[in-house]
């Protein structure tokens, strides 16, 4: 049977312009801490599909984790605009909260 990252891998080298799969890598690389991975195919979604909302919550929360402050709130930042643009109330409101905890801690 194979494991979840090996079918990812599978159904990516059948489409690798999947949004749901490369957001799902990156959530199953970040998850099994390989943050270059993780990276990898976040920075490929957003190049891919710019406007898929749940990639840049994720996407900040490992910057913030690396330690990159500047880059996790531009992602919080673009996060929101496409949420709003989105019309996604719930999305915003978790990058509007991760982003008022990351300035506040910094």
């Known amino acids: 049977m194979l494991s979840r990252l090996e079918r990812l891998l599978e159904l990516y080298q059948i489409n690798p312009q999947d949004s749901f799969v490369l957001f799902a ?7 099994k801490d390989d ?23 994720h996407l900040g929360k ?16 673009r996060g929101l605009e496409v949420a ?6 719930h999305a915003a409101s978790e990058l509007q909260g991760a982003k008022l905890n990351l300035e506040y801690e910094i």
């Open 25 to 31: 890598l990156g959530k199953e690389f970040e998850g």
């Open 35 to 57: 943050p270059d991975q993780a990276l990898h195919f976040y920075n490929a979604l957003q190049s891919l599909d710019p406007n898929y909302v749940g990639l840049y919550y």
């Open 62 to 77: 490992l910057y913030e984790r690396l330690n990159q402050h500047d880059k996790a709130l531009e992602a919080y930042n």
């Open 84 to 89: 709003h643009n989105a019309h996604d109330a």
